[in-house]
Nanobody, 119 residues
């Protein structure tokens, strides 16, 4: 059974930093591209960062240069380091395996972790 557990969110002032963590189980983690998705209030969930099984990364334009995704295959964990946070980064953050460059692989999402950036 797939289980994705996100943590590390919180309330931070604009310009601050947070590191999100996603622990995965029930999947062959090292073979999957992994991504972080963000759902802002009233908006659809969007992919903001992805890391392939070989370690290549790609980012949404809105976070490029500020966010860094990395993974630890020994711990079945993917991280998102978020720097220079902006109020528009506010939202729920979720991880999932990624197919076809942007589509979430698994239908069962974790509970997510809330990031709130104040001005």
């Amino acid at each position: 059974q797939v289980r994705l557990v996100e943590s590390g969110g919180g309330l931070v002032q604009a310009g601050g930093s947070l590191r999100l963590t996603c622990a995965a189980s029930g999947i062959i983690f090292r073979l999957n591209a992994m991504g972080w998705y963000r759902q802002a209030p009233g908006k659809q969930r969007e992919l903001v960062a992805v890391i392939t099984s070989s370690g290549s990364t790609n980012y949404a334009d809105s976070v490029k240069g500020r966010f860094t995704i990395f993974r630890d295959n020994d711990k079945n964990t993917v991280y998102l380091q978020m720097n220079s946070l902006k109020t528009e980064d506010t939202g729920g953050y979720y991880c999932n395996a990624v197919l076809g460059g942007s589509s979430p692989r698994y239908g069962s999402w974790g509970q997510g972790t809330q990031v709130t950036v104040s001005s």
